[in-house]
Structure formats: C-alpha cells, structure tokens
C-alpha cells in the first residue's frame, strides 16, 4: 500500500508543483502575502526598496503598520536596526532595508521576532567576483560573468541592468554589502576610462540596495596603462599616478568602495618586483584612497617555489609587517594556510597580526569541493573556521573574535567570499549551491550564528511547503516538516563532512587533478614542475608512511600556532584525526585512535564518504513529493553525478596509495570499481560540467 | 593483527606464484608429475600422445605400470571407455586418448577411480566457430580467429600449426571430437580450393586428436563461386555440383565431418529461395555426403519479420518437417526459442520432432552475457536447459534425454557450442571464460553432469594450489580448500544468475543495446526497423504493465509447450518467476509470489544483481594470496568493469521502465548514479572490451 501510494504522489504532484528555475534564489514569491501600511517619514532610494519588499512581501496581519524610522540610537550600529514586530528602527536607511529583510524573513520562517537589536559582526560584507573582463569566471561552475563580457562590452542592456539589481537585491536580503566586481588576478585594463565605465554603471545599480562596488587591481597598472617606467610603490611618478586614479574614479563614483589587491601572489606583480615589502605596497594604495575613505584589502596568499613547507609562508612573510600597514588596509587571509580546501586547521595569522586589521577569505565557489556538480553545504566548513579557537589572547579568541574587532581595535572589520554566481538560470549551477552565497552572506552578517539554523531558514524560503489552500491537498502543512525539512537538513549539514570523506580525509590535502581542481589526481607530478604545486609534495606518501611532517622535527609549521595548540597539533596522540596528516608523516600501520591501522581507517574514511553520498541520493528522491519537477529532477541528476565521481575519488586514492602501504583495502569494505590507470588514462578529472 | 597478516601476504604473494597468462588453459604442468611404465600394443599418431600425455603428466604411484588395451568390448561405445587406476581399455585409439585423459583428470583433482565405463552422452561434440575467413570473429571477443587471417591468408607456419595442436589438445582433452572451423554465416569462398587446402592443414592437425573437421556452407555456392544460373536443390546441376564438390573435399580429407547451414534465416540464402524446404535443402546435401558418412547439422534457428511472435517461429516451421530428413541430418536448435539470452525457457522443439534428430546448440561465446568482461559460468545454464522436462515423452523427458538418443531412436546425437576461442593469449578473453569452454565439453561427454561438479574440476586443474614443497610455506595445503576453491566455485556457480538479475530478470529479454549486444537498450527502436529486432517488441513496457503476452489470449506460444507445461506457463500463479514476463503481459501493480509488486520485485532483482557482483570482488580480492599476480590482477580488472557495467544496465532498465511503471524505485535500494539520456547518447552500449 506505501509503495501504492508513493506511486500515485509520484504522478501526481508533478501537476501540483510549478516547475521551477531557481531563479527566485530564497526570495520566492508566496501566495500568502496580505496588505500592508507603511509608514516613513524620508524617501530615499534604499527606503523606496524598503517599502516595496514590504509590500510584495508582507505576511504578517493584514493591514498592519509598520513604522519605518531612522533615529540616532548608541545602540544601533551602522548597517544594524532594531526590530519588533511592526517597526524597524536603524541609524542609516541601509540599517531600515537590512531590517526589513529580516523582518519578512522572519515572516516567512515562521521564527518569532522580540523587541531586538541586530548588529553585523563585520562592517564591510563583501562577494569578492574573479570575473575576467573577458566574460569568463576564473573557478566559475555556473555560465559566464554577470558583469562583464566579450562582445559589445561597453554596451550596458537593460537585461544586465535587471540581473545586477536581481544580484544586489539577494545580497541586500542577506547583509552583504561589497562587491569586488573582477578577477583578483586582475588586468590593469580595468582601470580605462571605458571600464571605469561600465564600474560607473554596475555601481549605480547596486547603490541603492547598500552594495558598494570594489575593483581587483594589478600592481603595473601605473607601467601597463599609464605609461610609467616602473611601478615601484615608492616612486613619486607611481604615487600620483594612483591619486590621480582613485580621484577619477571617485569622480565617477563617488562611494567606491576600494581596492582588492594580489600581489607577490602566484606570478602575480608587486612591490617586492621593486624590492619593496607589502607595506609599502599597500601603503601607497591607502594613502590614494584615504582621502574618499576608501579602504585597500591586501590578499595574504603569498608563498614562492623554495621553501619547504608552502603551509608556513603566509605567517613568515606577513607577521614582521605587523604594526607598518596604515588603519584602511586590511590583511584579507584565506580560511587555511594551502588554499580552500575541503578541510584545513585555520591559519595561524588570524590573532597573530595584532596591531593589523586581519580578514578571513572563504571561498562560496566549490573550487576543490566538487564545483558546481557536488552538493556541499560549506556553511559547516566556515563555521568550523570561525569557532575554532586560536588562543591567541587565551581561550576563546576564535577566528571570529581575531577579526571582528572584538579582540583587537581595528578601524575597519571586513569579510569575504569568492562568489559561486555566474549568468546560470539558477546563478549557482547547483541550486544547492544558492545555500552558500546564503549562509555566506549570513554568516557574514553574524559570525556566531550556527549552520543548523541557516540550513533551516534557507530551506524554509528556498523550498516553500506548498500551501494548503492552492493544493487541495493536506499533505505539505501535516508532514512537511518531518519528510523534507529535517532530512534534507540533515543531508546539507552532512554533506560537507562527506566530501571531505571521499576527497581528503584525516588531514590529507591538494591531491586533486592539477587541470580543473575537479577530480582526484594525488600522482599529479610531471618533470620539472615546482614541488609545491603537484599532490606528492603534499602527501608525501611512500612504503614508509603517508602525510606532510610539520611538527617540530619536520617543518615545525606547528610552531606558528599558539599554545596549547602547537603542542595538541605536534603529537599525533592528541592531534585531532582530521588534521592528523596535515602535521603527521605515520606509517600505514600506525595505530589510531579508532584501534584500526592508519590505512583501515583511510580506507574505512573514503568508503563511508560513498555511503553518504548513496544516503543522500535516497534523502533527495524521498522528498519528491515536495519539490517542483525540475528542480528535483536537476538536484537528482546532480547527485548521481557526485556519486559516480566520489566513487572515482575513493578508488583513484586507494588505488594510488595502495601502491606504497601494499595492504589490502578491509575486505568488509566495497572493491573498487573503477582501475587506476584508466583515471589516469581518462583524466577523467578535467570534468567540468 | 589479521589485517597486518594480510599486508605482509599481499606483497609476499607476487614473488611466490609464478605469473600465469593462461596460455595453458586447465592443461596445467604440474611439479608433481613422476615416472611411468606405459604397456601398449599398437602404435597409431593418436596413441602416441595417449603415451606422451600420461608420461608428462602421471601423477599417481612413480614408476606404475599402466596399460592402454583396444579391444571389442561391446559396453564400451565408440569414444568410450574403461578406466581403472592403472588401465584404459577402449574400443578405439580416441576412446584410449579420452580415457587417458580422465585418468590424468582425476589423479589432478584427487577424484578416486572405481573399475568404471565412460561412454559420451553424444556421438557428435562439436565446437562451432563464428570466424570469418578475413580473420574476424563474429560474436568473438578474444582477438582474431585461430583458423583464418587476412594476410598470407594461404600460408601455414609453424606457428599456425603449434596453436591448432593446442586447441585440439584442449579439445580432445574434455572430450570435444569437431571443429566447425567458419562462420554459419558462410562464405561461399570456403569452398573453393585455396581454403579447402587450408582446411586440409587444419584437419591433419586436429585429426590425431580425434577432432574432426567440418565447415559451414552458404547455400548459394553453386551459383556464387560454382557459375551455375540457380542453387536450386532440386536442380540437377546443382546436385552434382554439391556431390562434385563432397568428392573434392573427401579426396583432401577423407574424414571431414560435415556442412553446418544456416539457411532462409537472418538474410542467408537458403531452399526457400527456390520454393523448397529445409528438408529439400538439407536432404540434398545429406545425399552428396553419405556416401562417406558425413553428415548435415541444419540449424532451426528461423524468423521471418511478419510473424506476431519470433518465439514461435522455428517451432511452426519445423515441425510439420518432421520426418522428411535423411537420417544423417540433425537440426540444431538453440536451447532456447529466441537467441542465446541469458536466461530463455527451453526451445519447444525439442522433444517435438520425434521422427527427426535434434542437436542442442549453445552459446560458449557471451554474446549477451557481456562478452569477454563479464565473469558468467554458463554451465548452470546449460544444465537447466539439458535438465528441463519437455514431458514429450511423459515426466522425465527432459531436454538431454530428448536428444541423446534415449527417447528417440537416432542414427547420430550431437551436440554444439559455439566456441569463444580466440588469438588472445589466454584463449577466450577472460580468464573465466575458459571454464565455460571446459564446461560445454564436459557437458557434452556426460549431460547429466552438475555445473558444481565441472566447476570443481575446473578450478582444481586451472588454479592448482601452489605446492608446500616449492613455497616453502604450509599455508596453500592447509586452507587452500576452505579460502579458494569454496568461494571460487559459490562465486561461479552464482555468476549467470547475477547476470540475469542485472540485465534481464524475471523473464525479460531481448533488451540489449543493438549495437554490440553489450549494454542496454530497451529503448531502440529506430523507424522503420524491423519490430522483432527492436526490444519494445520484446518488453511491451507501457504504463499498463510490461512483458510479451504469449498466453493462449495472446500469442498462444504456450501452446508449443506439452502439458503440464503449457497449462502452468499459461497461468502467472504458477508461471515460475523466472519466466514471467516471457510468458506474461502484466501491471506494474501485479502482486507477485513474494508479496511484492512487479515493479518492486524488478527493481530489487536489478539491485540483487549489483549486491552479486560486489560480492564477487571481495570474494576475487580474498584469494589474492592463492593466485598468481597476472591473473589475479587481469581477472579483478574485468570484475570491477563488471559492476560498473551491471550498474549501468540496472540504472538503464529501471529509469527506462519507470518512464511506464510512474512508480519510484523502492527507498530501501540505492539510487540510480546513470543518467538515462546519458547513457542513451553515450551509446555506452558499444563497448567491445
């Protein structure tokens, strides 16, 4: 009789539900909303926005009054409002806009709204784009740039207009508010008058929704564009060349926010090119755009072929700068000391710069987390960021408090996410996917809010329950909560952990495919090609053993973690399991906590990955009856693909470091199905979907 | 501690046994082999390896004495004999060699040896070989033919005539006495001299053996290559071409076996042509080849593209024959009524033509049971068919008894395989594949034989467990038993069944990708094809229920069945499961034995055959110590292709059939990781390993 009766929802509700395309985002239309009054005594721009969400977004009881007021209160911060159920008050009409979007999302949610106030944890909230002025996206999984283009790129349409204010409004909806609109790996030619002014453009439509708009720029530009000899921070020729660039750009846009800058990074230009160190290079930028109150966020990622352990490098480089960088330049440090992968311990600089304002970078794009195929809900990789605890002013100085003013005064705090958009029907590629430009930009707003409660909100306005009254049907209201909510929570909040299985488990990292970062290419070491960028320099696996020595007899990277951290992370008997290879070179017969060898446990790490991947696959096709037809029929495609493709992680790695432990994979464990050289042969691992 | 047993095993295995490519198929030399005294009063070539065999290969008591008698004993038929530990005693030179053989046999396998007569269930044990005189193989996935090659096509080198001896070795060593040595779908070229001088090259190879030769002939030879105007059996010029030609082939081979046709079937010529029957057509070539006892192997195997149901047609077509052959014609049928699938009812033929002998004819070669990738053990399908009771002749009259001349008096009995022999190094592609070829031989010696019998046998000659004295180590004599030939022979005695269960459960069939026979397919149907050649027509999967009606309201097949068949057949309650869908058009909804419906009882046999094959590798992976690395590693790549490719057929048919059953795939099974569209346009169906 179940099955009878799945059968028939199964036809049945494809009438029911109207085919989506994601869109909406999690700003769907409902069919609930009742009338409104609105009552504000200023009109502006953001305020007009305020009303009309209000208006096409009330659920609350029907013709109520809400006040909208801008007051002068201590309490409220720039950005922050205070909210009960019928008035928003906020110091700024940003902090008006930002409340009323918590208040319908409040509203739609179905959580219940005191007399409170709401602060951001970070002031500048920013989507860091590495869109090419070209139209590609550099680690871009879902269609081109929406900001930029090859044919006609001067031409600004009045589709562009509309996608810009579709992007601006679903940040506005989330609190972030910067954008940095092109590649980190910037061309100096955005800096031509003609991209100035299409940024003039870009820049007016984000405006009223509170997102300022950043430019990534080349440390040559003054040589490239401008025509200069040099483009050495501290030439005077230099230095008025970027005044008289930031005053041109502030003419044209006169709340530009400021600068993102690589530099000294991966072949990139800098001030070391002119042996000058990154404060000097940093320093000339600021002092240009100090006069408009513009800031410059100075990328950390920074590390050359020579050195033994690329892990350590960020920390020596930056940390003897501490106390040099003027107050509107912002150190802007990845998550972790390699680069976004699916797991590493935080970086040892957040807490260590203590008189420089420090930013984390996360990365909302799924560079080596399966891009736009594999569903991972990264929320519960940031959070772990956040909260983990650097000791730095002794317990509870999490990464969180190191960079959001808390621990250390800084005149600017600062977040950002390399964007996962792109022009896709659906902005992400994976309408999953959507959830970590939210969670992002919620996480942002509040860096103590919890991953549990993001999924939860994201869920309830991304996937609506049907309403009663337009299905005829009881179904979605009595077990709505039970059959789709919780399990497909319960999956988002799994998922990340699942691909950090099948990917790179007990601290294993950067064994992926060296063409597209997609798949899994641990044996990625071709003739000549600098140690640092192929797996086995990280890996360092042998008949001898497996993992990267960084304790005080290897690279001592350990060493760069305050106490009691470097000593927990020096001995592998109290190094976190997941972190255990990130520090550890141990013998595949090490013996782990769990009583199993270090391979079993390896092993038993990339098979469970495969069975949540497989659980997954069942969680998604049970809640069919509560999903629209094309969204679940893309979801569900999408994981049939992430399962096919772990199954080649876990086989191409077990098959690869089979080759040094010599050990069977457990017997009680799934055999391989795919063979190692055909991977190889494949390369499969360039997929990109 | 086991696992670390293990790991020092794995590596410890590979230095131990020595590598195998399987050139020696189940003739292995044995280290155990020791000296023998051999008594024998005549000399002939066949007897002269009887002695050359038992000297390399004794190994009961050194220095016995054994004596090979012919004598005139009338329980002991041609090719048969008496056999006890230290006597063969036949009444030919090759009953001498098969008995020399069984001894070795049983001396390898530590089988005891009674005072026993062997005799051959068949007179005929034929090996029919697809090869095409280009050198191509039809159906044959083990490299070139053996026989034919496309340069030199002529020239006989000592390599050619080494690989006919060691296949007719193989043969006469399971009994197999004819080699039908190119394709039923014959070239006339065959009969010109150039290849009846090659013929005549093989023939002198395979002769002292006790292999005879015999060729498949095209129908239309007098006109192609013989200039007559017409082939008209009943053409006098065409008979005294035929007889013309029967001279010319019984000059250069005065013990060739016969023409094998295949005539009016798939567009082969044939007397139908010409207004005749199979009868006129074969009994005119009967007469040409009594003369020097050869005989006509006809083969049943007939369509025609208008008939509402192909399984009927060789049944309708036939029987009313009956008693119109010479009785040195024997019409082959396959043992089921449509095509080698993997799972068929038996052929209603058989038992059916009372007055006309019949020869079953099998597939050794996997055509559809995924070729040389796939690890199936097809004794247990022969043995059902051979086991099936027809009840022509009341219960007990089963398939073998029907043709090997213990129900129906017949001047010859015979029966055919077609071979899966090729020029790969280890024969037959797979290394598993060689025991289907030991399997049909021994099958057709004794067809009352069990497949857990032949698999025992097989496994014993073919991976002999090292011996203690030469790898210094207890280990193989003392668990040799338990650890390898238990699990082995459970994983080959349980590979066709998995087979079905992943590609065609439940009475399904005829659902494979056109192209290759491989993959899936039960969506082709391009316009305008012939419906019979189109797995539509052989599912009629709509969304009222799925399966080919063959009832007595449809097709009325069950009536070819003699009662109680046709009765039990006709009614699903008592239909065997396996033959459901064969037999019955029914809803998807349909309550089946096991209290599940259809649909659910055809998605759990998809799944159970995925479960299968997993198990298959761990069982493969276990008894890596107890196998030699070559093989060991060729046998575990083939296995994980298999479930890559089982997955595919069962994410194939389930989406495909789901598109009628609108019933999801039960929760409790994993989820589909193909993509039905993807499949379809990868026409992953080709794969021709």
Redesign the interface.
């Known amino acids: 009789m179940k099955?009878?009766l799945?059968?028939i929802l199964?036809?049945f509700t494809a009438f029911v539900l109207k085919a989506q395309e994601g869109h909406e985002l999690w700003l769907r239309s409902s069919q609930k909303t009742v009338p409104v009054k609105i009552i504000c005594s200023k009109n502006t721009p953001t305020l007009a926005i305020a009303r009309q969400e209000l208006q096409q977004g009330w659920q609350g009881e029907p013709n109520a009054t809400v006040t909208l007021s801008i007051t002068k209160n201590k309490k409220i911060k720039t950005d922050g409002f205070r909210l009960t159920q019928h008035e928003v008050e906020a110091t700024t009409d940003r902090g008006i806009l930002y409340g009323v979007y918590e208040l319908l999302r409040r509203q739609q949610t179905g959580e219940g709204i005191q007399d409170e106030i709401c602060n951001p944890s970070y002031a500048i909230r920013m989507l860091n784009h590495w869109d090419n002025l070209n139209g590609t996206v550099e680690r871009g999984y879902a269609g081109m740039s929406i900001f930029w283009r090859k044919d006609d790129p001067f031409v600004v349409t009045e589709q562009d207009k509309t996608r810009w204010q579709e992007y601006a409004r679903a940040n506005a909806s989330i609190g972030i508010n910067g954008s940095s609109i092109n590649n980190v790996n910037a061309s100096p030619t955005v800096l031509t008058p003609e991209y100035l002014n299409r940024t003039k453009a870009i820049a007016a439509v984000l405006r009223p929704y509170g997102v300022k708009t950043y430019l990534s720029v080349n440390f040559s530009s003054p040589k490239v564009i401008g025509g200069l000899p040099t483009s050495d921070p501290l030439d005077p020729a230099v230095i008025k060349w970027w005044k008289d660039k930031v005053d041109e750009i502030y003419t044209l846009i006169p709340d530009f926010g400021g600068f993102l800058v690589k530099a000294n990074s991966e072949g990139q230009p800098g001030p070391q090119d002119f042996g000058r160190t990154h404060a000097d290079g940093a320093n000339m930028l600021a002092d240009a755009l100090t006069p408009y109150g513009g800031i410059v966020m100075w990328r950390a990622f920074v590390y050359s072929s020579n050195d033994k352990d690329r892990a350590k490098q960020a920390y020596t480089e930056f940390v003897p700068l501490d106390g040099q960088f003027r107050d509107n330049v912002i150190i802007q440090v990845k998550n972790g000391p390699i680069d976004f992968q699916p797991r590493e311990p935080f970086s040892p600089l957040f807490g260590a710069m203590k008189k420089t304002p420090v930013m984390t970078e996360f990365q909302v794009t799924q560079e080596y987390l399966g891009h736009s195929t594999h569903l991972a809900f990264l929320s519960t990789m940031w959070e772990e960021c956040l909260q983990s605890d650097t000791y730095q002013e002794g317990p509870g100085s999490t990464v969180a408090r190191c960079t959001d003013g808390s621990l250390y005064p800084q005149k600017y705090t600062a977040i950002a996410g390399v964007s996962n958009i792109g022009l896709d029907t659906n902005w992400c590629g994976h309408h999953f996917a959507q959830a970590n430009w939210y969670a992002y930009g919620r996480l942002a707003w509040n860096n103590n809010l919890r991953s549990e409660q993001i999924a939860d909100e994201w869920i309830r306005q991304t996937f609506p329950p049907a309403s009663p009254s337009t299905t005829g049907s009881s179904l979605y209201a009595a077990d709505w909560r039970e059959n789709f909510l919780v399990p497909v929570k319960r999956m988002m909040l799994e998922s990340r952990e699942a691909v950090v299985n099948y990917m790179t488990p007990l601290g294993l990292h950067h064994i992926m495919s060296a063409n597209g970062h997609y798949g899994p290419g641990p044996w990625w070491a071709p003739e000549k090609m600098r140690a640092d960028w192929t797996p086995p320099y990280y890996h360092q696996a042998g008949t001898n053993g497996v993992g990267f020595d960084r304790t005080k007899k290897g690279s001592d990277a350990v060493d760069q973690y305050r106490e009691p951290l470097a000593a927990q992370f020096n001995d592998p008997a109290t190094c976190p399991d997941m972190f255990l290879l990130w520090f550890h070179h141990l013998p595949w017969?090490y013996k782990m906590k769990s009583g199993r060898?270090l391979?079993?446990e390896i092993c038993a790490h990339y098979d469970k990955g495969i069975l949540q991947v497989?659980q997954f696959?069942?969680t998604w096709?049970?809640v069919?009856p509560y999903v629209d037809s094309s969204r679940f029929v893309a979801i569900q495609?999408k994981?049939?693909?992430q399962?096919?493709d772990a199954?080649v992680w876990k086989d191409a790695c077990l098959l690869y470091f089979q080759q040094f432990?010599?050990?069977?994979?457990?017997?009680y464990l799934?055999?391989?199905?795919?063979?190692l050289d055909e991977i190889r042969a494949n390369e499969f691992l360039k997929r990109i979907p």
């Open positions: 099955t009878l799945l059968g199964f036809v017969d060898t391979w079993e497989r696959q069942k096709d049970k069919q495609r994981l049939r693909t399962c096919s199954l432990s010599q050990m069977p994979i457990p017997y799934e055999r391989p199905v795919n063979n």
